[in-house]
């Protein structure tokens, strides 16, 4: 980690420089503290050393593709944010992207600063320092622990337990759930999950998909606890409630 310790460090992955350095110009701008790669496994080997705080990574690479990239550190258990940065627009590459496990997807041309704010979002849902001077996301003590039914979470801890048994959650399963939970028996739009778990717009597949990723771990704990509304949105709820 850097010696500034008030600067989140962001490792910016593209085979343009001159992307690398519009980026990086503007990030330092605004208080990060930047490194930069060309190539993908350079930047899986810099990811690898617990150096950035977050990636801004490019799809199309010329060795080692971002998706390929994104799915090899979550496979070693790395939860470091990812925003990717490509001009790979079409809605299955976004859902394709954001279920490998990246925070984010930013489409070229792209405006800076709207980039910029996107990072620190990301930052911020992700608890990381500095967040470019923003205080990490942190609950309040009131809702640091959550509990419905027999399902608990303790947002402190980062611990999901099903009946007692350890549920084991990526970061964005366990904000999603966070977030159900805080609105038990609610009925939430995949608009309101769109904005609040993600932090932006996109598309609507990437909710179903991630409830469907719940679903898988909870339900064989117990009784199914995610109900939905059909064309409105999801509730987690017991289910003998209603």
Known sequence: MSDQTNKPKVLVVDDERNIRDL???????????VVSAARGYEALEIARSGMPDLLVLDVMLPDLDGFELC????ADGDDVPVIFLT????PADT???LTLGG??????????????????AVLRR?????AAG???AVPPADQAFLAVADLE??????????????????????RLLAFLMRHPGQVLTKAQLLEHVWGFGTQSQVVETYISYLRRKLDPLGPPLIHTQRGVGYALRPATDG
Do not use: I, N
Not at 23 to 33: D, I, P, S
């Open 23 to 33: 980026v990086g110009m503007a990030l330092r701008f605004h208080g990060f503290e």
């Open 87 to 90: 001009a790979r627009d079409a």
């Open 71 to 74: 799915r090899r550190l979550r």
């Open 153 to 174: 979470l303790d947002e402190a801890r980062w611990e999901v337990r099903r009946g007692g048994t350890p549920v084991d959650l990526s970061p964005t399963e366990f």
């Open 134 to 136: 923003s205080d990490p």
């Open 126 to 130: 992700g608890g990381r320092r500095g």
């Open 103 to 120: 925070d984010d997807y930013v489409t070229k041309p792209f405006s800076v600063e709207a980039l910029v704010a996107r990072a620190r």
């Open 95 to 97: 859902v394709h992207g």
